[in-house]
């Protein structure tokens, strides 16, 4: 069994997560895209984004580089990283184990994963309700995983995206909360928002 096996009914039996709906973001600061983001999306969409690997390359990566242009400054201390297509083995035993396809992380390089992770993104090309139960066990995952290194955060997010849609979730004190909405890289400004929104929460508790 891995993140991908798991189920709502495994998240609730086994690790005893309570889940609800709400509102996560009632108020954010938009962001304009940069010009490079705005042509990077647009050319790698008539390249053709048919299946998960190419919409994490095409759409969602150039997204996720936008938000680690925006916070260069940490990015060039060291202080923040995205990685990308990385194990995230913490109990097998459990289903804790498998590739992530996107995890932020406060410390560390791209060369190992460090923690604290506080948020993870996971591609699917149509389900969004598979990948929100995926990205719901890795963020349990997450949570172990910076309790065993030493660095625990009581706040963790996660996402699960078609690359076009994008849908949030946040776990804390054992209850993960679905976002109601949706969010759509037809509308940059408000996603990129809501992302940098979940880079500055974190870094104030980290960073404190």
């Not at 390249?47 to 190419?54: A, D, I």
């Not at 209850?175 to 037809?186: F, N």
Request: glycine residues 6%; hydrophobic residues 40%; aromatic residues 12%.
């Amino acid at each position: 069994m891995a993140y991908s096996n798991l189920t709502f009914a495994d998240l609730e039996n086994k690790f005893g997560i309570k889940f609800k709906n709400s509102n996560l973001f009632s108020t954010f600061r938009t962001i304009t895209p940069s010009k490079w983001l705005i042509s990077s999306i647009k050319k790698n969409g008539k390249l053709g984004v048919g299946n998960e690997k190419s919409r994490s390359e095409r759409i969602i990566s150039p997204i996720l580089t936008e938000i680690a242009s925006i916070n260069a400054d940490l990015v060039d201390k060291d202080l923040f990283s995205i990685f990308s297509g990385m194990n995230l083995d913490v109990d097998v035993s459990l289903g804790l184990n498998g590739e992530c396809d996107f995890m932020f992380a406060f410390g560390g390089t791209q060369e190992f994963l460090a923690p604290p992770i506080f948020c993870i993104a996971e591609a699917k090309k149509q389900d969004l309700e598979a990948g929100i139960i995926q990205a719901a066990a890795q963020v349990v995952g997450a949570k172990m995983f910076n309790e065993m290194k030493k660095f625990p955060l009581e706040t963790l997010y996660g996402a699960t995206t078609t690359g076009d849609v994008w849908r949030f979730l946040k776990f804390e004190n054992n209850e993960i909360t679905l976002d109601k909405k949706y969010y759509y890289h037809a509308n940059l400004p408000k996603l990129l928002g809501v992302l940098q929104n979940i880079v500055e929460t974190e870094a104030k508790i980290v960073f404190k």
